[in-house]
T-cell receptor, first 111, second 119 residues
């Protein structure tokens, strides 16, 4: 079955609220990454967190990684309507460079 | 420095025809990856190539699908005798070679994708 699984599958919030998305995986990883995809468009790389890191920040994004629970979370603070998109986590195994993607969380931010 | 380029951006084929998708990696990148995204799903790895060599094709269907990355020119993903279930977005990514051993990782940069529609 799939390596990365996101929850929730869909999330609807008001502008200004925080959005939290979670990702779980099954095997040891080298790193975990979060991507954003606007409807019908390509992928935008948001942030990469390595297996020996626990937390990383980038602007309004905060990513945590718990390797003991094999899970990660992406927090978007002070959301904006422009944050409306699908968000995917992707893991890289220790051997190999391929990305394994989860099913994604569809975020809608209402103005 | 141009990013990863894919063409065509949109491709329409009738059942039974062939589809050829092209990917030009970023300058200086020697590794190419192909991923497929079905509607409302995440991307699924298909194949990983370096020039003139397939490194991993574990995600690619055994029949009708093939990929190459020749010494000169773009990487090609070829789908023969397309069926409606092949309709998807196909993304290509590229990276530098893995110089740091098995535990290293080289960031992948994604192209805009080719959206294949099979009528």
């Amino acid at each position: 079955s799939q390596q990365g699984e996101e929850d929730p599958q869909a999330l609807s919030i008001q502008e200004g609220e925080n959005a939290t998305m979670n990702c779980s995986y099954k095997t040891s990883i080298n790193n975990l990454q979060w991507y954003r995809q606007n409807s019908g468009r390509g992928l935008v790389h948001l942030i990469l967190i390595r297996s020996n890191e626990r937390e990383k920040h980038s602007g309004r994004l905060r990513v945590t990684l718990d390797t003991s629970k094999k899970s990660s979370s992406l927090l978007i603070t002070a959301s904006r309507a422009a944050d409306t998109a699908s968000y995917f986590c992707a893991t890289v195994f220790n051997a190999g460079n391929m990305l394994t993607f989860g099913g994604g969380t569809r975020l809608m931010v209402k103005p | 420095n141009a990013g990863v380029m894919q063409n065509p951006r949109h491709l329409v084929r009738r059942r039974g025809q062939e589809a050829r998708l092209r990917c030009s990696p970023m300058k200086g990148h020697s590794h190419v990856y192909w991923y497929r995204q079905l509607p409302e799903e995440g991307l699924k790895f298909m194949v990983y190539l370096q020039k003139e060599n397939i490194i991993d094709e574990s995600g690619m269907p055994k029949e009708r699908f093939s990929a190459e990355f020749p010494k000169e020119g773009p990487s090609i993903l070829r789908i023969q005798q397309v069926v409606r279930g092949d309709s998807a977005a196909y993304f290509c990514a590229s990276s530098r070679g893995l110089a740091g051993g098995p535990s290293s990782y080289n960031e992948q940069f994604f192209g805009p994708g080719t959206r294949l529609t099979v009528l």
